[in-house]
């Protein structure tokens, strides 16, 4: 008798052990905004796991460029962008972000990970490299096994594992892949090695701002403004799901390189455009991010705060350097207690643990935005400090 392609989903016991428990994480209900306050299956909570660096995902300029799309152009275009999807907003914003970047054209996908499946898989072929950091996120790994290029890993970070694999690929085409700043780790790539290294070995580089867009540079355009060598990244990725306030994701280099990804990523010809909706909101936040650097200011100072105190206490910050303060709790078990404990006192942050992260070093990634106030941070700390106590994390 053969077997039955669904035994996998019969036998997936551990989301309903986890559920017995109490202490299940994930796809809980949110019925508000995401601010730095929101309501969680019908309870307020203070939260330390978004993505809203600059608080822009309920201003109402933004809001009102959402709906005024919306009034002009409909709730979709109903096709892909190569076809009937593409509309004068979508290329008004893809000029606009380009301008900003520093780039000659950006093209805008339907998401970001799209942006990562898309350009990627279309820019490496047959006896071409991608060399990726192994913490890079999840849609450049699936870009990559994507694109029928050969994919090699560098550890994280590690410049001098980085030139090991160039050597080994000398003289073929290479694409070195890196975040700006790590999802999980939040500590910002070493850019000026890695840049320095692809020139010694005729490769380019290709940066995914995703978390960085709007949070590091002086005037927020990411990682090559913040060590001031924009023009040293080759190709530059930023999902509009963050500091964007929308949904969606740019590509920006060369008119060349962009027209070439046009024409030839599968994610952009095959799928549906962006709802215009999505696109005008990205539009205001991108008026924002320049007309108001000093959300950019707070963002930074939250950060500092809450890294220092969180140090104070005892808990293990990693190598964080941004908005992202991942904490180390141990196990997965005391990470999903962990989180429980704090859900019931009121913050919602994100456990995270294996296989994103090495065995018995599970984390509760934390996160922040520049409209959390003194009381919302003074709160997460008291909390912290109660929980990581009650298990034994600090002293």
């Given at each position: 008798?053969?077997?039955?392609i669904?035994?996998?989903?019969?036998n997936?016991?551990?989301?309903?052990?986890?559920?017995?428990?109490g202490?299940?994480?994930?796809?809980?209900?949110?019925?508000?905004?995401?601010?730095?306050?929101?309501?969680?299956?019908?309870?307020?909570?203070?939260?330390?796991c978004?993505n809203?660096?600059?608080g822009?995902?309920?201003h109402?300029k933004?809001?009102?460029?959402?709906?005024?799309a919306?009034r002009?152009?409909?709730?979709?275009?109903?096709g892909?962008?190569f076809?009937?999807g593409?509309?004068?907003?979508?290329?008004?914003?893809e000029?606009?972000?380009?301008?900003?970047?520093?780039?000659?054209?950006a093209?805008l996908?339907?998401?970001?990970?799209?942006s990562?499946?898309?350009?990627l898989?279309?820019?490496?072929?047959?006896?071409e490299?991608l060399?990726?950091?192994?913490?890079?996120?999840?849609s450049?790994i699936d870009g990559?096994?994507?694109?029928?290029?050969?994919?090699?890993?560098f550890r994280?970070?590690?410049?001098?594992?980085?030139e090991?694999?160039?050597?080994?690929?000398q003289?073929k085409?290479?694409?070195?892949?890196?975040d700006?700043?790590f999802?999980?780790?939040?500590d910002?790539v070493?850019?000026?090695e890695?840049?320095?290294?692809a020139?010694?070995?005729?490769?380019?580089?290709?940066?995914?701002?995703?978390?960085?867009?709007?949070?590091?540079?002086?005037?927020?355009?990411?990682?090559?403004?913040h060590f001031?060598?924009?023009?040293?990244?080759?190709?530059?990725?930023?999902t509009a799901?963050?500091?964007?306030?929308?949904?969606?994701?740019?590509?920006?280099?060369?008119a060349?390189?962009?027209?070439?990804?046009?024409?030839?990523?599968?994610?952009?010809?095959f799928?549906a455009?962006?709802?215009?909706?999505?696109?005008?909101?990205?539009?205001?936040?991108?008026?924002?991010?320049?007309?108001?650097?000093?959300?950019?200011?707070?963002l930074?100072?939250?950060?500092?705060k809450m890294?220092?105190?969180f140090?104070?206490m005892?808990y293990?910050?990693?190598?964080?350097?941004?908005?992202?303060?991942?904490?180390?709790?141990?196990?997965?078990?005391?990470?999903?207690?962990?989180?429980?404990m704090?859900?019931?006192e009121?913050?919602?942050?994100?456990?995270?643990?294996?296989?994103?992260v090495?065995?018995?070093q599970?984390?509760?990634?934390?996160?922040?935005?520049?409209t959390?106030?003194?009381?919302?941070l003074?709160?997460?700390?008291?909390k912290?400090?109660?929980?990581?106590?009650?298990?034994?994390?600090?002293?």
């Open positions: 008798m053969s077997a039955d669904f035994d996998k989903c019969f997936f016991s551990v989301v309903n052990e986890l559920k017995k428990t202490f299940y994480p994930y796809f809980h209900r949110v019925e508000s905004a995401q601010g730095p306050e929101i309501i969680v299956d019908g309870k307020k909570k203070i939260v330390v978004s809203n660096y600059l822009l995902a309920n109402s933004v809001i009102e460029a959402s709906v005024t919306v002009k152009y409909g709730t979709s275009c109903t892909s962008r076809l009937n593409t509309n004068d907003l979508h290329e008004k914003v000029k606009k972000f380009a301008n900003f970047i520093g780039k000659e054209e093209i996908f339907t998401t970001g990970h799209h990562n499946l898309g350009a898989s279309s820019l490496v072929g047959k006896n490299v060399i990726t950091d192994k913490l890079d996120h999840a450049i990559c096994r994507l694109s029928f290029g050969e994919m090699a890993r994280h970070n590690d410049m001098s594992d980085l090991r694999q160039l050597i080994k690929h003289g085409g290479i694409l070195i892949v890196v700006g700043i999802s999980m780790e939040g910002i070493n850019f000026p890695a840049s320095k290294l020139k010694k070995y005729g490769a380019r580089v290709f940066v995914d701002e995703a978390h960085s867009l709007g949070v590091i540079g002086k005037s927020g355009k990411g990682t090559g403004e001031n060598m924009e023009e040293d990244v080759d190709v530059l990725m930023a799901s963050k500091s964007l306030a929308s949904i969606g994701g740019f590509i920006a280099s060369k060349e390189v962009v027209d070439y990804i046009k024409h030839n990523a599968r994610t952009m010809i799928t455009s962006l709802p215009p909706a999505c696109v005008g909101a990205i539009d205001a936040a991108l008026d924002l991010i320049i007309s108001e650097p000093e959300r950019r200011t707070k930074m100072e939250t950060a500092s890294k220092s105190a140090q104070s005892g293990n910050t990693n190598n964080s350097q941004s908005p992202i303060i991942p904490l180390t709790v141990g196990s997965d078990l005391i990470a999903f207690k962990m989180w429980r704090l859900f019931d009121g913050v919602f942050a994100s456990p995270v643990v294996t296989p994103a090495p065995e018995g599970a984390i509760i990634r934390t996160s922040y935005m520049a959390h106030s003194d009381d919302h003074n709160f997460i700390l008291e912290f400090r109660k929980v990581g106590k009650q298990l034994g994390i600090i002293a």
